[in-house]
């Protein structure tokens, strides 16, 4: 008898654990499912700027200079698997937390611009200077670069 308690507590503990961990998986992933767009922009003053915008349907990318000969400018449609690669770089919380660097623009300076526009918020980043804040801002500028590139 005593066996059989703890083995139906057991069960009732981990189906409660496992219903919990699928629950914030699931919240992360339907934050990450109203994001609309995303753009990535980098500006170098007179020497140039680069942005790349990206919805469910489309790419495009606008560039001035030579400093962004590694992403042509593109107009095209956007792969369901591209625009997953792109929204699976983000995390929304995370986002949430991060915080602006001080604008060089007006200083000739390079400055790099991150705009992430959700069904209830939009986003705008400028020249995150922490590094922890800035990993996932990377990781989700070369998914959007190589995406761009890949449209030549």
Not at 27 to 49: E, H, P
Not at 73 to 79: F, L, P, R, Y
Request: net charge positive; glycine share 6%.
């Amino acid at each position: 008898m005593f066996k059989k308690n703890k083995i139906l507590v057991g069960s009732i503990l981990l189906s409660f654990a496992m219903i919990s961990c699928t629950s914030s998986l699931q919240n992360n992933d339907s934050k990450n499912s109203n994001i609309q767009s995303v753009s990535y922009s980098k500006t170098l003053g007179r020497a140039g700027f680069l942005n790349i915008s990206a919805t469910k349907d489309s790419v495009i990318s606008t560039k001035f200079g030579s400093a962004f000969n590694d992403v042509p400018a593109v107009k095209e449609k956007m792969s369901s698997e591209d625009w997953k690669k792109i929204v699976s770089a983000i995390n929304v919380e995370d986002i949430e937390k991060t915080k602006n660097g001080e604008g060089r623009g007006y200083y000739d300076g390079p400055d790099e611009i991150f705009e992430i526009e959700t069904t209830e918020k939009k986003y705008r980043l400028l020249n995150v200077a922490d590094a922890t804040q800035y990993k996932q801002l990377e990781n989700l500028k070369e998914v959007i670069k190589k995406i761009a590139a890949s449209k030549k």
